[in-house]
Each structure stands twice: as C-alpha cells, then as structure tokens.
C-alpha cells in the first residue's frame, strides 16, 4: 500500500520567514503528487500538483514544489509567508489506478503577524 | 468551477442509528470518493467508486457502505453509528485521466452520541 509522509506536525512561523513542508511518499511506479491546503472553516483546495514534465511546480498564493524522484520528495516552498498562509496543509500522491490518492497526516501551518 | 455539495454542514446521532451522508458533483466525474478527517490522522479513505453502482472499500470500510446510483450522487451510510464513528467526513470527486485531481465538498462534521 502507498504511504505518504509529512515530517513536521505543527510549525509556527513570523511573517516574512520562509517555509519549507516536508513529504515523503512511497509508491514506485509513475506517481502523481498533490498538495492540498485547508484555512481555517473552508474546504480542502488544490494548491499545485505534479503530474509530468518539469519537476518544479508552481502553485497559487506563491507556493512551489520539487518533486525528486531519487528521494521520493515532493516538499513545499514558499520564500514569504503571509498570516494569511495559516492552514493545515495535506500531501498526497496517486497511482496505482483508479485515481486513488494518499494523504499525508497534515501539518498545521501557523503564521504569527 | 466544479462544485461538491454535502447534505449537511453538522449532524448529531445517537449510537445505532442509522445515518445517511449524500454528496453530489456537477462536474460529471467519473469516480468519487468518501474520507473521513481526523486530527492527527489526515485523511483516511472509506469508499470510492468509479462508475455508477461500482464501488471499492477503501482504507478503513468497516461499520460503512455506500452507494450510487446515479453519476452525481454518493451517499455514504452508517448502518448502525457509533460513537467511535464520530469525525468530519469529506466527499470529492475527480474525472478519469490526468491529472486526477480531486474536488472537496465542505465536510460534514458528525456526532454519535
């Protein structure tokens, strides 16, 4: 069964710092790779996601993701954060058939002004 | 924009009785998908199903079932609930082919009692 790892549970950032969201997956064939974001009462949205071709994937609000295929990653950046970037963020990746996905366990984003 | 709705924002039931979740799609997609989100535990999959009356256990199937019959509709049921089935459900759906993302209705936030 695939496995999606995400390192850090809680991290808590001031504006202006940088993120980097740790996520591991596990399935070895072709592989599509997602981050999904979840503010505070919304619903789960799509922030990027890797399905072929360049290896760096740009998202909405700024974020941007690496997938290295080597090391089975597919980590979230963002070089500013805004207070507004308060979230939970959830990894996941595809393959295997029928679409279906994996979720990391989330990490919880929290921007202090 | 596609648009997943779920029947209800919050639900309260007592242990044993029977509960239905609806979720319906108007994007014509192909599978759907039910989840359920806990904290610490991302989001672990139910059921999905890939074409009408076609469905799949997912991760963790027990004490639920599900059902479609028609393509913008899956329901979810608890046939008898119990409290350890409280959670926040989520419904989703995604076409067939790339990039296999997934659509998020807004959850609903279940209490068994």
């Known amino acids: 069964a695939q496995s999606v790892s995400q390192h850090n549970h809680h991290v808590i950032l001031s504006e202006a710092a940088s993120l980097e969201l740790g996520c591991n997956y596990s399935?070895?064939?072709?592989?599509?790779l997602f981050w999904y974001v979840q503010y505070p009462g919304q619903h789960l949205q799509l922030l990027l996601k890797?399905?072929?071709?360049?290896?760096l994937v740009k998202g909405i609000k700024g974020f941007e993701a690496e997938f290295i295929k080597s090391k089975f990653s597919f980590n979230l950046r963002k070089p500013s954060v805004q207070w507004s970037d308060t979230a939970e963020y959830f990894c996941?990746?595809?393959?295997?058939?029928?679409?279906?996905?994996?979720f990391g366990t989330g990490t919880k984003l929290q921007v202090i002004p | 924009d596609v648009k997943v709705t779920q029947s209800s924002r919050y639900l309260v039931k007592r242990t044993g009785e029977k509960v239905f979740l609806e979720c319906v799609q108007d994007m014509d997609h192909e599978n759907m998908f039910w989840y359920r989100q806990d904290p610490g535990l991302g989001l672990r999959l139910i059921y999905f199903s890939y074409d009408v009356k076609m469905k799949e256990k997912g991760d963790i199937p027990e004490g639920y079932s599900v059902s479609r019959e028609k393509k913008e509709r899956f329901s979810l049921i608890l046939e008898s609930a119990s409290t350890n089935q409280t959670s926040m459900y989520l419904c989703a759906s995604s076409q067939t082919g790339p990039p296999y993302e997934q659509y998020f209705g807004p959850g609903t936030r279940l209490t068994v009692t």
């Open positions: 996941a990746s595809g393959g295997g058939g029928y679409q279906k996905v994996t």
């Open positions: 399935y070895g064939g072709t592989v599509n």
């Open positions: 890797y399905f072929s071709g360049d290896p």
